[in-house]
């Protein structure tokens, strides 16, 4: 079992940054792969980006390389989405989410993959 609690979400100017943080409880952090994910209002949850139980960093959608960046820091059992130069088109509501794949190198895209989510955390961009 890991529980996991999302923070840092709120409302940003177009342009602007956002740290969203993910704090991890219960098995050691390093088994599992940690994604992010959004869902916009009317959308289905898509894959945002991820870090492998490795520390391979893995990004989903083309719109967001550049602008955000996946890290975790092991002894806070903590990861972050480094979120720049936002866009309205950002604005959605962000989890986290853990799995334990059987390859240390994997993040998948899946979010059926996933067995622990956190509650996400609201991120609103204006323009």
């Known amino acids: 079992q890991v529980q996991l609690v999302e923070s840092g979400g709120g409302l940003v100017q177009a342009g602007g940054s956002l740290r969203l943080s993910c704090a991890a409880s219960?098995?050691?952090?390093?088994?599992?792969?940690m994604g992010w994910f959004r869902q916009a209002p009317g959308k289905e949850r898509e894959f945002v980006a991820g870090?492998?139980?490795?520390?391979?960093?893995?990004y989903g959608e083309r719109s967001v390389k550049g602008r955000f960046t996946v890290s975790r820091d092991i002894a806070k059992t903590t990861v972050y989405l480094q979120m720049n130069s936002l866009k309205p088109e950002d604005t959605a509501v962000y989890y986290c989410a853990a799995t334990a794949p059987a390859f240390a190198f994997s993040t998948p895209f899946n979010e059926n993959e996933y067995d622990y989510w956190g509650q996400g955390t609201q991120v609103t961009v204006s323009a």
């Open positions: 219960g098995r050691t952090f390093t088994t599992y792969a």
């Open positions: 870090i492998s139980r490795s520390g391979g960093s893995t």
